[in-house]
C-alpha cells in the first residue's frame, strides 16, 4: 500500500484508492552497450571563411553527424558527452552539466526542462521545493526517483535566470536526450512541461492541447503534464496533474496487463 493518503494529504486532494497494486514486470530488452568510447566531433571543426549558404549546409551535416555519434554512446560516454559538452551557449553560465539521475533500467522516464540554480549546483536533476514536489508526485502513484524511474531534462546545463530554453537550445540538447530514451527504453514517458513536450516529440502545442491526448515516442506512450515548479505558481492546477498521473498509472498498468496476457516474463 502506497503511502498515498499521506501524500495526497499533503498536495490537498482527497485519496482515490487504485484498485490493485500493480504487478512488477520483466525488463524490455536493452540496446546494445557499446564497448568503447567514441570520440566526440570537435564542436568548431568546421570553422571557415565560406558563403552563409555553404555554411549552414555544413552545419546541418556536422548536427547530423554529431547527432549519430551520440546515438551509438554507452551510458559512461554519454554522460561524459554531456559534461564535455560545448555546442550551445547554455554551456557558458554552467558550473556543470546535469546529465539526469535514477534506475537506468528504468519503467518510468520523466523529462523536465533544464536544471536551475540547485540543479546546476548539485548535479542532481529536480532538488529544492520543485524536486519535493516532484517526489511527491511520484510517491503518489507507487513510485520512487531511485527505483524504476529515470529522471532527465530537455537541456542538460542550466539557462541563466531559469528562463525557458529556446528551440535551439533544445533542439542541439536533444540528441542527448533521444538516447537517454534509447539506453533507458522505459515502458512510459512523463513529459513535465511544454519545453520536455517540445523536446521529445518536437510539439510545440500548448499543455492544454496535449495532456489529454495519446501520445506515443515511437512505440512508447507518453503523457504530458505540468511541471513541478509551474505548480509551485498556480497551485490550482495540482487536480490537472493528479489527473494525468492517474491515467499514467493506467496506461502503465494496460501494459503491464498485455505483456502478461502474452506471457511476457515479470
Ligand atoms: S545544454 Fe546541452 S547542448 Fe547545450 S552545452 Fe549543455 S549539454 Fe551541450
Known sequence: MYKEAAILQEMGYTLWQLRQNPPEHGELPKPPVLAEKIPMPEAHALEAA?????KSAL???ASDKRAATIATLDWTALTEAIQDCRACGLCARRRQAVPGIGDRTANWLFVGEGP???EDAKGEPFVGQAGKLLDNMLAAIGLRRDHKVYI???VK????GNRTPTAEEMTVCRPFLLRQIALVAPRLIVLLGKSAAYSVLDDDRNLSVLRKKPLSFGAIPVVVTYHPAYLLRNLPEKAKVWEDLCRAREIFQESENSILAEGGKK
Open 152 to 154: 532527465a531534462n530537455a
Open 50 to 54: 565560406l558563403d552563409g549558404a555553404t
Open 157 to 160: 546545463c542550466r539557462p541563466e
Open 116 to 118: 536551475g540554480v540547485e
Open 59 to 61: 552545419s546541418g551535416l
